[in-house]
Nanobody, 120 residues
Framework: QVQLVESGGGLVQAGGSLRLSCAAS????????MGWYRQVPGKQRELVAT???????NYADSVKGRFTISRDNANNTVYLQMNSLKPEDTAVYYC??????????????WGQGTQVTVSA
């Protein structure tokens, strides 16, 4: 199986920064796209940013210029550097990965989520 474990969430004042990390482990042969999504109660989960194994990135318009996604392929880890945080960034942030497993099966996996709260 494959597990994604997020860390780095917390409480920060508006204008501050946080760095989220997500480490994938288990029966992994390779990982294609990795990404971060977020969800607030009563709303659908939304894309924040994605990154391919080659380093191509994609961002939601609401975070462009403030958030940076990066990854360490050797350690199957993806990061999200969040700067100039706003109260509207408050959400549970989820890590996602498209994984080619060691048994040659492809699967899409989610982490358990980490809370980010930005106070005004």
């Amino acid at each position: 199986q494959v597990q994604l474990v997020e860390s780095g969430g917390g409480l920060v004042q508006a204008g501050g920064s946080l760095r989220l990390s997500c480490a994938a482990s288990g029966s992994i042969f390779s990982i294609n796209a990795m990404g971060w999504y977020r969800q607030v109660p009563g709303k659908q989960r939304e894309l924040v940013a994605t990154i391919t194994s080659g380093g191509s990135t994609n961002y939601a318009d609401s975070v462009k210029g403030r958030f940076t996604i990066s990854r360490d392929n050797a350690n199957n880890t993806v990061y999200l550097q969040m700067n100039s945080l706003k109260p509207e960034d408050t959400a549970v942030y989820y890590c996602n990965a498209d994984v080619l497993r060691s048994d040659w099966r492809v699967g899409n996996y989610w982490g358990q989520g980490t809370q980010v709260t930005v106070s005004a």
